[in-house]
T-cell receptor, first 114, second 112 residues
Framework: NAGVTQTPKFQVLKTGQSMTLQCAQD?????MSWYRQDPGMGLRLIHY???????DQGEVPNGYNVSRSTTEDFPLRLLSAAPSQTSVYFC?????????????FGPGTRLTVT | GDSVTQMEGPVTLSEEAFLTINCTYT??????LFWYVQYPGEGLQLLLK?????DKGSNKGFEATYRKETTSFHLEKGSVQVSDSAVYFC???????????FGAGTRLFVKA
């Protein structure tokens, strides 16, 4: 089991550029989420999905799009990058295990927007 | 809405010192409570959890007790090691949902 994988690990973008952060999990989890981590602010939920074809907004969705065409993959798209989107992005997945939804996190993507 | 508040860091301790990181929460219903740990350059990983009042979660020498009367879930370890240096996040997940609310994180430095 690879768990949750994310690519790329690092990325530098110019303002206005677009890109997709990739996330995949091989645990057959139904729930997947994207978070951003900023100093002093913990993790904030961007978007989440409760299954293939179903997505919803989290706490800070503006400027990001997601889709979930398969159980395994949950890419995050930045439509037009802004310096305020400089952050570390984490993808997480979870599935019922004994009634609990423990989250498994990927290693993160460090994004800098100049 | 639901929220988690944890003590600000960084916390700096000498090896073998006693550790407490405070965490309090606000939630409707009966949430499950978690501590996650993030080592440098890595994602978060679950350290321990408690699903109902008075439960004690424990792992790797760390403990936390779910106190409903004080809405707290403080993390403790009797003797820290240099390898415990990391950022610790308190979190809650409310009943019937899967979304997890995280605190801001507390950075721990342990000196040899």
């Amino acid at each position: 089991n690879a768990g949750v994988t994310q690519t790329p690990k690092f990325q530098v973008l110019k303002t206005g550029q677009s890109m997709t952060l990739q996330c995949a999990q091989d645990m057959n989890h139904e729930y997947m989420s994207w978070y951003r981590q900023d100093p002093g602010m913990g993790l904030r939920l961007i978007h989440y999905s409760v299954g293939a074809g179903i997505t919803d907004q989290g706490e800070v969705p503006n400027g990001y799009n997601v889709s979930r065409s398969t159980t395994e993959d949950f890419p995050l798209r930045l439509l037009s990058a802004a310096p305020s989107q400089t952050s570390v992005y984490f993808c997480a997945s979870s599935g019922a295990s004994g009634g609990e939804y423990e989250q498994y996190f990927g290693p993160g993507t460090r994004l800098t927007v100049t | 809405g639901d929220s988690v508040t944890q003590m600000e860091g960084p916390v700096t301790l000498s090896e073998e010192a006693f550790l407490t990181i405070n965490c309090t929460y606000t939630a409707t219903g009966y949430p499950s409570l978690f501590w996650y740990v993030q080592y440098p350059g890595e994602g978060l990983q679950l350290l321990l959890k408690a699903t109902k009042a008075d439960d004690k979660g424990s792992n790797k020498g760390f403990e936390a007790t779910y106190r409903k009367e004080t809405t707290s879930f403080h993390l403790e370890k009797g003797s820290v090691q240099v390898s415990d240096s990391a950022v610790y996040f308190c979190a809650l997940r409310n009943t019937g949902g899967f979304k997890t609310i995280f605190g801001a994180g507390t950075r721990l430095f342990v000196k040899a």
